[in-house]
């Protein structure tokens, strides 16, 4: 029943695995899909990147679009997918009127990423100097966005359980319209633990992430300002490694080998970094999903000092790899603790594989996402009924972001 399946993935973004959790989040989803046999294209108006995935390698075919233009109409129309996923709900407020005229047949599902309206609601909080509260979330103006474009789709993929939580208590989301699919990893063979660094092999802590993302600047910043101090007045010689994507002026000026802390740029190969580093260091102060750079740690046998925001729907009930907490000096303690003393380091190390294998596997959650799906297409027509809200929205929101493209694509002939 799964075959014939022709799947359209609409990016933001080129997917750029090791630039950030969200580039390896879509390669997993994508092979996820190719593992069942669908035909998968992945279509996206941004600008090549250097660092974007080979598609053709993992047999995906690759379309560039273009913003506000009918020849889009022309292009998915001639495709005809079964499957329309979009990479985040900007794509599809862009192209989402485009695919229900098109394609009113396709499922249409969302790849949230993480709740971008919870991340930024969080953020002002922060920058306001206040404790952030759910009410933060009914005024922020992308959250009437983001839930909109949650409701027009058919499956909206949720990376975080607490975020699911939230959609449906805050929101009042029915449940039918969210699905938790966390990331999807490979099992740890005992062979890759084996042959991993040991903790005497190891050296320096380690902070990574990509400079775009706002809490990886504002954690790089509380760690040069606040903790990085104190964990060298512990270990005087420490070494902190700062390594991300697209590092601006004002973090390459942060760059202060005699304290210790290095501004490395991008990481060539994140996971040897991490693998190579005693502790990773994530002292993130809003945000929200799951994060990557904590995950990738479990995997590389790396145990890491992080805060609440930053563990958030991580561990589940299981003990974390290492310490949680938000005071700095705590902080800061527990990371020269992690440091010195083996015997905790691989107690952690091993609630981090531990984490991994009852978490994250991709067995634990492939068959059941593409049984959804399937299920999903058979009832179809009642799944829309059942969400009149969607069909409103659909409707409404969808007229208007569609006479705006068309005048958008009319402008653009005339000039």
Known sequence: ????????????????????????????????FKEQGFEVTFASSASDSDYSIDLESLAVAKKSIALNCSSFDVFVKELNPTIVLFDRFMIEEQYGWRVAENCPDALRLLDTEDLHCLRLARQKAFKENRKFTTDDLL???????????????????????????????????DSQLVYYLPLLLDSI?????????????????????????????????????TIWPLIRKKIPEAILQIYGAYPSQK????????????????????????????????PLRFGAGIKGK????????????????????????????????DDAQVFAD?????????????????????????????????????????????????????????????HHTLNSTKYMSRWIEAKNRKD
Not at 10 to 25: C, D, K, L, M, Y
Not at 142 to 166: G, N, Q, T
Not at 355 to 384: M, P
Request: charged residues 20%.
């Open 251 to 282: 973090v390459l000026q942060l760059h202060k080998p005699g304290e210790g802390f290095c501004i490395m740029g991008r990481a060539n190969d994140a996971q040897e970094v991490v693998r190579n580093a005693r502790i990773v260091l994530a």
């Open 334 to 394: 527990k990371s020269v603790e992690l440091y010195l003393d083996e015997t905790l380091w691989l107690k952690a190390q091993e609630n981090g594989f531990r984490i991994v294998e009852k978490r994250y596997l991709k067995s634990l959650f492939a068959d059941g996402f593409l049984e959804h799906i399937l299920k999903t297409q058979t009832n179809f027509r009642q799944h829309r009924l059942d969400n009149f809200m969607g069909s409103l929205l659909q």
């Open 1 to 32: 029943m799964m075959a014939n399946q022709r799947v359209l993935i609409i990016g933001f973004v080129w997917p750029e695995p090791n630039s950030s959790a969200a580039g390896g989040r879509m390669v997993q989803l994508i092979t996820v």
């Open 294 to 325: 904590l995950v990738e740690a479990m995997q590389c046998g790396t145990p890491s000092v992080t805060t609440t925001i930053g563990a958030e729907s991580m561990c589940g009930d299981l003990p974390w790899n290492g310490f949680i907490t």
């Open 139 to 173: 005024v922020e103006e992308v959250a009437k966005r983001e839930i909109a474009s949650i409701l027009r789709c058919d499956i909206s993929l949720m990376i975080s359980e607490f975020e699911m939580e939230l959609l449906k208590t805050v929101f009042k989301i």
């Open 189 to 225: 063979d005992d062979s890759t633990i084996q042959n991993l660094p040991s903790f005497q092999d190891r050296k320096n802590f380690v902070f990574i992430g990509n400079f775009l993302h706002e809490p990886n600047w504002n954690a790089v910043q509380y760690l040069k300002e």
